[in-house]
């Protein structure tokens, strides 16, 4: 009971704060997933990088997480019309950057690590995986020199509660694995279950946001269940390999930060080359 409780409580808190940053305006938006970046990459690299000298591994992993920050940060300042060229933003880009991916080189150099390049290909694998995708939000929220979160409310719904559909259908009449070398708890009732909610949702969405069409809303759910549930799949694949259950413990009842935002870190690059497609 005192679990469940536990489990609620932090539920609301994480909607409430979800809520205000999506939509207090442009900065909060950016503040909110600038600080949701940035503890995906912490919990990342804390599974991925060396952990046997506490401040060479700090340093290492301040690293990543400050090359991980920044596409979410280049983009955020060129759509807040901090850049307005195109040449700056490269020239800008390309200062920022190499200074933090060469920099891990020269800092592997004097670790004495026995897996320098390793350390160095996580780091770069942190911005791939994590900073890029959350860095392609903005490109959903801006346009056409406006911001509207609303698209951004969608797919997180639609992530979210394609998940809690999943999960719930399957626990009940789920019997055949969907992956069972992975996530053996995953069934293919449970993910159709999933995908037949998160279907119903997009539709529900299309009633009240009319930045798509209906149609347009449909397709976006099919993407988000499809890609949701591979990027669910592949961060159970990440834990697995370090043989844990959760990422992290902030969120008390829930796991880590990468635990809630694994699928959506997935649907992201699929959903912003979509929606940029249409529009």
């Not at 159709?192 to 069409?213: C, K, Q, R, T």
């Not at 902030?250 to 935002?261: A, K, Q, Y």
């Amino acid at each position: 009971m005192k679990g469940l409780i536990q489990r609620a409580i932090t539920a609301v808190f994480f909607v409430l704060v979800m809520l205000g940053g999506l939509f207090g305006g442009s900065y909060s938006f950016i503040a909110l997933f600038a600080l949701i970046t940035g503890m995906c990459l912490w919990e990342f690299f804390g599974l991925t990088l060396e952990n046997e000298n506490q401040f060479r591994d700090l340093c290492r992993k301040v690293i990543g997480l400050l090359f991980g920050l920044m596409p979410f940060v280049l983009v955020s300042i060129f759509h807040l019309d901090y850049i307005q060229s195109p040449e700056d933003f490269i020239l800008v880009t390309s200062i920022l950057t190499f200074p933090f991916i060469f920099g891990a080189f020269i800092f592997e150099l004097f670790t004495r690590s026995v897996r320098p390049f390793v350390n160095v290909a996580y780091i770069v694998l942190g911005m791939v995986y994590i900073g890029t995708p959350f860095a392609m939000l903005d490109f959903i929220a801006f346009q056409n020199g406006t911001f509207n979160a609303n698209i951004i409310f969608g797919i997180l719904l639609l992530t979210w509660m394609n998940d809690t559909g999943a999960y719930l259908i399957g626990s009940q009449i789920g019997k055949t694995p969907l992956f069972p070398r992975i996530s053996p708890k995953k069934t293919w009732e449970g993910s159709l279950g999933g995908m037949a909610v998160g279907i119903g949702i997009g539709y529900m969405l299309s009633l009240f946001f009319h930045e798509l069409s209906t149609v347009q809303w449909l397709i976006l759910s099919v993407i988000v269940v499809i890609f949701g549930s591979l990027g669910d799949l592949i961060e159970s694949m990440l834990k697995r390999s370090y043989n844990i259950k959760d990422s992290g413990t902030i969120l008390p009842g829930h796991g880590g930060m990468l635990d809630r935002f694994d699928a959506f870190i997935f649907v992201v690059p699929f959903a912003t080359a979509f929606i940029l497609w249409i529009q």
